[in-house]
């Protein structure tokens, strides 16, 4: 397949490229800084957080999907997931491009946005500790982080794209295992972290499962 891979030097980024190259698919990557990609690898010159429409559409066009791991890493870049994602969704419909597959975390279900302004209180995966202790805790730590990420999903389910958002809980940078579990529409019960590259491995799958369009995948070991 032809990919193009959005945020390709973050940490799930990294993990997509790798991996999809590995598995012989051609990719494109769209960065900020390209020479902190592997030798060789297509790029494309694209800073999501002010984003270019041009290159954007370069960077898209042809793609039989696209691939995000896009996201704040500090509090400088809070918003960049919903201008960066608005901007690579209008990039695709501009293009043709459908298949869209995105990366954001698992308490976003219970986080207000413009779109859904009163979410359940509690995930339905989740347990009475995550519930009632470490969820609150969480939520209030990284608030306008999730704040953008939920305002990044209101784009996504409004963009008429084939697309679906993978929620996982913690990362971290453990090895591949391709051992996981998944849920529609909701958290993984005692699913508290998962390595990046096991959420890349999930949804480069997910590129070849039809029932994952239009649906919200919580995914965790």
């Known amino acids: 397949m032809n990919l193009t891979i959005v945020a390709a030097t973050g940490g799930i980024g990294r993990q997509l490229v790798a991996q999809a190259l590995a598995a012989g698919h051609d990719v494109t990557a769209a960065v900020r800084n390209p020479a902190n990609l ?25 793609a039989d999907a696209v691939l995000s791991g ?27 491009g459908r298949r869209l597959v995105v ?28 519930r009632h202790l470490a969820a609150p805790i969480v939520k209030r730590v990284f608030r306008d982080h999730y704040t953008d990420l939920a305002r990044m999903e209101d784009v996504i389910r409004d963009s008429g794209l084939d697309w679906t958002i993978v929620r996982p809980p913690q990362l971290t940078d453990k090895p ?14 005692r699913g508290l972290k998962i390595s990046r590259a096991d959420v890349a491995h999930y949804m480069l ?16 070991t």
Request: proline content about 10%; hydrophobic content about 40%.
């Open 38 to 62: 592997p030798a060789g690898l297509r790029a494309v010159k694209v800073d999501l957080a002010t984003p270019d429409p041009a290159a954007l559409a370069e960077a898209v066009a042809g």
């Open 70 to 96: 896009l996201g704040a890493r500090g509090k400088a870049d809070f918003g960049v997931a919903e201008r960066g994602t608005r901007a690579v969704v209008a990039a695709m419909k501009e293009t043709g």
């Open 103 to 130: 990366v954001s975390a698992a308490p976003i279900g219970t986080v207000p946005s413009p779109d859904r302004p009163n979410p359940p209180r509690h995930d339905p995966g989740d347990g009475f500790l995550m």
């Open 176 to 189: 591949l295992t391709g051992v996981y579990r998944t849920a529609y529409e909701r958290n993984l019960r």
């Open 205 to 220: 799958h997910a590129l070849a499962q039809p029932g994952t369009i239009g649906r919200i995948v919580g995914v965790s």
